[in-house]
């Protein structure tokens, strides 16, 4: 099992967080399969699925080596379960001050979710490693996620909620730690439809924007 520091090492490292949001533990492997293939072993499992809990337990022994977490915690006993079951880091959509105190009480990496500066800093003020900004795509997307890099340059930010191989680059230069990308690079017919080529092919894509992105900026 990774440690916090080294899951928030890998985020840091790889920049982008494969976001599985499917139906079934089966659609759920082979997503996972796919991304790791490709090169990114790490995803997080949307906790809206079916017993998502039992899918992350199933990623975590079939596939060695691949940081799982869980997206989409709402509450402490889906929290739970999901650690118990062998998340290495907890993700919100939105921003709860005691679901990151439980986080860090368990020594946990937790990643709330905000959208206004307000948000944004209240919620780095309870001490987690990232503050992920979703839906950044739909209110002003790269220039108002470089916005509140400029007011906050201290915080390590992730965008997240529509980013696409057209965008990517642009929140890297404004700032951002990482991505969390979903159906851009997971496409639901491409799982359906098992074309694990299809996905590896995004992967790749979206790992070269990544880095070439972060090359121009350095």
């Known amino acids: 099992m990774a440690s916090k520091q080294e899951v928030r090492h890998r ?38 699925m079916p017993e998502a809990h039992k899918v992350i337990a199933q990623l975590v022994q079939s596939l060695p080596g691949v940081i799982v977490g869980a997206g989409g915690i709402q509450n402490f006993e889906m929290a739970g379960l999901c650690l118990n079951a062998g998340a290495m880091f907890l993700a919100s959509d939105g921003f709860d001050p005691k679901l ?17 500066p307000s948000e944004v800093l209240n919620a780095w003020k309870l001490g987690p490693d990232f503050v992920k900004v979703a839906p950044c795509s739909h209110i002003g997307g790269p220039n108002y996620f470089g916005s ?59 790992v070269a924007i990544i880095g070439s992105a972060r090359e121009q900026v350095r």
Request: cysteine-free.
């Open 100 to 116: 990151v105190g439980f986080a860090i009480e368990e020594d946990v990496l937790m990643i709330p979710g905000a959208l206004t």
């Open 11 to 48: 985020i840091e490292e790889l920049g982008i967080i494969p976001a599985i949001r499917v139906s079934s533990a089966e659609d759920a492997l082979f997503a996972a399969k796919a991304v790791f293939d490709a090169g990114i072993p790490l995803v997080e499992v949307a906790t809206t």
């Open 148 to 206: 509140l890099k400029v007011m906050f340059p201290a915080i390590a930010l992730i965008a997240a909620g529509g980013v696409t191989q057209q965008t990517a680059a642009h929140f890297v230069r404004a700032g951002a730690s990482a991505l969390g990308i979903g159906t851009e690079l997971l496409p639901r017919e491409a799982i359906a439809t098992r074309q694990a080529n299809r996905i590896g092919e995004l992967a790749r894509r979206f």
